[in-house]
Each structure stands twice: as C-alpha cells, then as structure tokens.
C-alpha cells in the first residue's frame, strides 16, 4: 500500500502519495479531475520496478482547495515541491492529460529536473469531442450522490468497460462522505478555473520543442482527445521522442497499466 505524505507551498496543503520501489524516483501526475491513487494499477504492474510519487493536484483529491492558484505554473510549482520534499533532483515524468500538459511545462521549464517523459493521451490540440466530453463530464455531473450504489451507476454509465477494480478505486478517491451522501472530492471552482485559464495551442507546441530529455508519447487508438497526426507531430517537435500506441481509450493507465508501466520503466533506465 502507498504511504501518506503532505506538504504546504504558500499556505496549500498538497497530498501526495508514494510506493517504494528499486528504480528511479518516478512523479506521476493524474487527469482532470482525478487523484493521485488514480495510479493504483499502474503502481501494481510497475511492481517495485520505479519509486513512485504521486500528487494529488491542487483542487483535487485530498489536497487544499485554495480560490486562486490554478494556472499551469501553480501545478509546476506543486510538482517541484514535492520532489524538494522528498529530496529528489531529478525524477522520470509520467502524466496523463492535463497531468501530461503539467509535464510538458515541467520539462520545458526545469529540464534539470527531468530524467525523462511520459507524455500519456495529452494534446497540445485536443480534439473538440474530447474537450466536449472534458466539459460536459466536469461541470454537468450530479453535485451528489445518496449512496455507493447510486454513484457507482453514475460511472458506470458515464465511464463505462471497466474492470470493478477501477470503479471501487473511484468510489474510494474521487467521493468523500457529507452528512450521509456522497460529494466529489475534485473542487467544481477549481475545475472551472483550471479549464478556462488554459495555456494557449501555440505556447505548448513552443513548450514541446524545448524538451531535451528522452520523451515517450503515448496514445490511445481509441482516444478521443489526442489525434493520430497531433501524436506524430508531438514526435516530430521533440528533440528526443518517440510514439507508443495502446488499444486504450483516453484513460490508458487504466486501459493499459502493465503495457504503460514496462514502456515507462524501459525509458527511465
């Protein structure tokens, strides 16, 4: 099981979560939304192959939900303080969506803290069903829920093909208890903020041609956010990158764990 930790950046509780593991210090970074237990089943087909970190963004999980604060150099700062408190200088990148979008900044922004990169189904040019869905998916979903029973059938049906694993681990992280119902943990303010404060197409394709380190592009072939020729390209501007595609849809860390966890451990070595 991964342990507890947190850390405070300009009056910000951040949690975040980690596995031991022989290899080298690993920051995953989840979606929109999502949480840093997010990473479960990737944590499991890694198997102690990587020492893993994994945050809960500001906005989301059990970290504070501050009013302001979420532009994309707050999430790079978030990043950075928790590699400082776990003294680790340089760490292998691994984000999912908006979490790879962070990891992009990241890498452009601090490349000596960057051993290498895992960009997972994120686009600098997102395609209109995926942002669609994003949208539809974040602000229009029920405030609540009475039970487990009624929220796992709003997953299920919102999300569905996954194995129950999945939708117990979103039951245990994306929900806490409020006066007997279920509420989402991920903050609707926040969410709001986070997707109308974007960072403009042309300043993460900039972003992209500034990353040295060794980068692994990963889509899903089902994705609905990121285009088969956008990955390419994605490739193409990278000094050092090369293209995986999974049969996965967006979510390619609970599609593909083991597939992700092996192309991830490869790369870091």
Partial sequence: MPMRHTVTREGTELVYWTWPGAGPPTLLLHGIGNYGRYWDLFADAVAGRLTLVAPDARGHGESGRPAAGYAPADFTADALAVLDALRIERAVVVGHSM???????????????????????????????????????LTGRPARFRDRAEARAYLERTSPGYPPAVYENRL???FREENGELVWRSDPAALERIMSGRTPAEDRWDALAKIA????????????????DVAHEMVQTLANGRLMELDAGHNVPLDRPRELADASVVLAR
């Fill in 99 to 137: 979490g790879g979008l962070h990891s992009i900044n990241l890498a452009a922004r601090h490349p000596e803290r960057v051993r290498a990169l895992v960009i997972v189904d994120a686009s600098p040019d997102p395609l209109p069903a995926g942002a669609e869905r994003a949208q539809r998916l």
């Fill in 172 to 174: 245990a992280f994306a």
């Fill in 213 to 228: 380190c060794p980068t692994l592009v990963v889509r899903g072939t089902r994705s609905n956010v990121l285009a088969e």
